[in-house]
């Protein structure tokens, strides 16, 4: 299988190689990261972002500082904690991190190196596979909702980016629209903008426009009306860790989609790979940290000038502080379903169980 999954590869001298999802649209700036700072500072200043892409890339991260201690095992054992640490919310990145050092753990010092490098592949092969079933699973369940309503063409209302850019293949929450537009579905998308960071407007925009896939940008508070308005089928949204009993942490204002969306009688689903799951937590609500990031992300906007340079400004005033959470929770009787590699599941502590346990 290939070794580039769209937003990250290994290059020839097997360096990992990442769009730098900063300068999105505008520019397609490529980065190179080789040891264990290179890959904390891109995860941290989100260089990288989508759970599933830093699992990936925390994943290379540890095969790139295995390289950089040559193979011993303890000196391993402290970049990687580095790198689990980078941040806090999204668990693909820990899991990722806990599954390379269990494997450093069975290598002689000097074949870790080689090994490690083999499953940091196969990591994000596997994600390659778990993207391909979940587009195919949701695309299915949107069809029945299309022949349930005898639709023509289908409106589906999305948050953030959990396209080719946040998980490896065709994505997660982006990975049925994908599908369904494969299939010749007449399929529109209403893209949040997603501020801060404006990860909709930026990045999910750039992957559809990419693809020739039908999209209107909105301002995230417009949801709720066109969904008051039948202007909305269905709603669908990617996750960044989920609960054992399917409280969804994902980016902010998923929560308040969720909420318009039982509303108006409108399927709120949740596409996420296994590795999203956190077991160890039951009530997401309470237990799943939620990063405070930079206030600069709510006071700061970047964009293009009159003469097409690139710029940020600053929007608030100098005297206004911001508080800025990454995530929010979504309680699972929000969630219509969890559309996962292995089908769509319940989001109940039962119906996961029984499904992934």
Known sequence: MSLKYGAFWLNEDDNLEVIDQRYLPFIKRIVTISNTDETVKAIQNMTVRGAGVIGNVAAFGVYLA?????????????EAQMIRASRPT??????????????AL?????????????????????DLLRSQSIAKFGADAF????????????????????????IAGYGSALAPIYELHRRGVDVHVWVDETRPRNQGANLTAYELSQSGIKHTVIADNTGGYLMQQGLVDVCITGADRVSRRGDVANKIGTYLKALA??????????????????FDIVDGTREIEIEIRSEDEVKRIRGLDDEGKLIEI???????PALNYGFDVTPAELISGLI?????????QNAIEKMFL
């Not at 011993?72 to 402290?78: D, G, S």
């Not at 969306?261 to 956190?278: C, E, G, M, Q, R």
């Not at 996962?340 to 109940?348: K, P, S």
């Open 340 to 348: 996962t590699e292995n089908g769509i599941c319940e989001a109940t």
């Open 261 to 278: 969306a039982k509303a108006n009688n409108i399927a709120f689903y949740v596409a996420l790979p296994a590795s999203t799951f956190d």
């Open 106 to 126: 069975t290598c002689k010092d000097n074949e870790r190196t080689k090994i490690l490098k083999k499953e940091a592949i196969l990591i994000s092969d596997e």
């Open 66 to 78: 295995c390289r950089e201690v040559d193979g011993n095992l303890e000196l391993l054992k402290t």
């Open 143 to 166: 069809i029945k909702i299309m022949q349930e309503r005898d639709l023509k063409s289908l409106n589906i209302l999305t948050h953030c980016n959990a396209g080719w850019l946040a």
């Open 314 to 320: 600053q929007i608030v005033p100098h005297e206004s």
């Open 90 to 103: 999204a668990v693909n990145l820990m899991w990722a991190v806990d599954r390379m050092l269990k494997v």
